[in-house]
């Protein structure tokens, strides 16, 4: 296949009508988010920059599991990747950040399909375990391969030579456009062939492969996707940290964090992820200020009342009438 | 000396195989994997050790306690929370546990604080020798509670009535319901049953090691591991993955030493998934 063959099969698909005010309101949230660090600093840069970095490890995850309902528990194995990648280009080899971050990426995305090639035909409970168990087997190994990754004490990068603030300014922004290649991605994914493909897939995989679409390949095409960009996202992590430790870096929490966020948005949606990581990172946060000690069990109860109340994600809920009967019909027919 | 190591890989494994029987059992008839039964096993600990501190207690004979107090917190478990998500799919479960994981993790770390806590009566420590062999008594009371639990848990699926209605839903839920089988309440006590094995494990555990509320992820990769090698759907499965887990590990550390044992096991265990993906012994409840 040509070049040209791949995009259209990864990006070609009935062109999306967006209404001229939804284009109106995304350039101005965009031109505001922009401008934000004009007026606010320290602090909120910081916490802005992590939202957006939650965002993009939702929007990635989304490929794999909102698209092709594939429950990758383990997705932050790539962030893992992509950090270590980088931290080791910069200290052992010498490598500037961004081409470190870059490799580090493409690792990730190599390894989606060393390891999809063969995973990806698990279904179920068997996937999300197998993505789990490989999660576990690269942070040990991360762990106990001390002499080169530092092992359980972490290791510690290079400082960048900048002033701390605009240091924080320009991650801010390296996240910033981070999100928008996810949105873009996922928006590319959703109206193109590869999406329709992936839902196919999600809703009956076996009818997907009898009318034509060649399942393994996509899945794996978009595994590989998701790879990649949550690679990038641990490289800037790690530069942006200038701190990594096996424990930080391939932490599952953060994975059912964003899977949360997910749905808390709405699956198998472009935006629906990163509005729901958008709520969920601002509750932590403000929670977080209050109860620095319990923030871990408001977080579980969270995830609790975001399964049982509001599986289908708020933009669901949005668009149909939202009443307490509605809620507890709903509750009554997915119930046994 | 082999034989050592090898009696020591059976009393790992017995512990192993306790760890995944309730776990498995949940997920092979409710098709629910169960994150939270990790650290159910470390409430049941805590248990043990909160009545062997302050009330004077024997940790054997808290078992029951603590078997039952997790017997109630499954029950509710399931049927307040569980079972409004569980006919979904998979992906819905599997996010509640984990956040009800959270939970009780933080819970337990609220009462008894992040401190490694561990479990001695007068007893511990004391052994007796068999020719070359050293057999330490608690290792084989805990050997012999592991396999009266088991073999109860076998009875209890066969001959019960309670035990047909659990293997008839896990065979077909749907089939099992048009012959009057209430499989709301079932599930219920399925997760019961599993959580009262897991508590019963915690009490044991609490003597053979010490523990933080933290140490629930490291029994459900256990779990993990040891229902992928032996396979879901009977107790056996759960068995022979555990036993083989102990040993492997034991003349693992012993041959190689300790180091990238977590690894190697972990991927043993996505290496059985493609190559193997229904285990040893797996199959339906049967």
Not at chain 1, 179 to 199: E, K, W
Request: with cysteine; net charge positive; hydrophobic share 55%.
């Amino acid at each position: 296949m040509t070049i040209e063959k791949w995009l259209l099969f990864l990006f070609d698909g009935a062109p999306v009508e967006l209404k001229k005010n939804q284009i109106i309101i995304g350039i101005i949230i965009g031109l505001g988010f922009m401008a934000l660090p004009l007026f606010i600093e320290g602090y909120w840069i910081r916490v802005l920059s992590s939202i957006f970095m939650y965002a993009i490890i939702t929007g990635a995850l989304n490929i794999i599991a909102g698209f092709a309902g594939y429950a990758a528990f383990g997705n932050i194995v790539f962030f893992g990747i992509g950090a270590y990648t980088t931290a080791m280009l910069m200290l052992r080899v010498g490598f500037p950040w961004w081409t470190g971050v870059f490799v580090g990426a493409i690792l990730a995305a190599l390894f989606a399909v060393l390891v999809g090639l063969p995973i990806l035909r698990l279904r179920g409970h068997y996937f999300a375990i197998a993505t789990l168990g490989i999660n576990r087997a690269v942070e040990q190994i991360a762990l106990d391969w001390g002499s080169f990754t530092g092992g359980g004490k972490g290791i510690t990068l290079p400082l960048p030579k900048m002033e701390i603030q605009s240091f924080y300014a320009m991650i801010y922004f390296i996240m910033f456009g981070l999100l928008l290649l996810t949105i873009l991605t996922n928006f590319l994914i959703a109206r193109g062939r590869l999406g329709y493909a992936l839902r196919a897939i999600r809703d009956n995989e076996d009818a997907a492969e009898a009318s034509g679409i060649f399942a393994p390949t996509c899945k794996v095409i978009a595994w590989a996707i998701s790879a990649f960009i949550t690679g990038l996202t641990g490289g800037v992590f790690a530069y942006w940290f200038s701190f990594i430790e096996p424990a930080m870096v391939f932490d599952i929490m953060i994975a059912v964090k964003a899977f949360v966020m997910m749905m808390l948005g709405g699956a198998g949606t472009v935006l629906g992820p990163i509005i729901g990581a958008f709520l969920l990172e601002l509750i932590s946060e403000t929670v977080w200020g209050q109860f620095l000690t319990i923030h871990m069990l408001i977080l579980g109860i969270i995830v609790v009342g975001v399964v049982i109340f509001i599986p289908r994600g708020v933009l669901d809920l949005f668009r149909k009438k939202i009443s307490l009967s509605a809620l507890i019909r709903n509750i009554k027919n997915q119930s046994i | 000396m082999i034989l050592q190591v090898l009696l020591n890989g059976i009393f790992l494994g017995a512990i192993y195989a306790n760890i995944a029987v309730g776990f498995s059992l949940a997920w092979g008839v409710m098709d629910v994997i169960n994150v939270t039964h990790g650290t159910m096993i470390v409430i049941g600990s805590f248990i043990t050790f909160f009545l062997f501190k302050y009330v004077g207690i024997d940790p054997f004979l808290s078992i029951p306690v603590s078997m039952f107090v997790l017997f109630l917190i499954g029950y509710c478990t399931q049927k307040y929370l569980l079972n409004l998500v569980v006919k979904v799919g998979i992906f819905l479960s599997l996010i509640l546990t984990f956040g009800l994981d959270l939970v009780f993790i933080n819970v337990v770390l609220m009462i008894f604080t992040g401190d490694y806590r561990s479990v001695t009566p007068s007893y511990s420590g004391t052994n007796f020798q068999l020719g070359q062999i050293t057999i330490p008594y608690i290792r084989l009371a805990t050997l012999g509670i592991c396999v009266l639990l088991t073999i109860l848990l076998q009875l209890f699926l066969t001959k019960t009535r309670t035990g047909n209605a659990i293997r008839a839903t896990s065979q077909n839920r749907q089939a099992a319901e048009i012959v009057g089988v209430n499989v709301a309440k079932v599930y219920s006590i399925t997760l019961a049953v599993s959580a009262a094995l897991a508590g019963a494990c915690g009490s044991l555990i609490s003597m053979v090691q010490s523990f933080t509320p933290f140490e629930g992820g490291f029994f459900i990769m256990k779990a993990f591991i040891i229902c992928v090698l032996g396979g879901l759907g009977n107790v056996l499965g759960a068995i022979i993955g555990g036993l083989i887990l102990g040993i492997v590990e034991t003349m693992g550390a012993r041959v190689l030493g300790t180091g990238f044992q977590e690894a190697i096991s972990a991927i043993i265990m996505i290496l059985v998934l493609i190559f193997m993906p229904k285990g040893i012994v797996g199959s339906k409840y049967k």
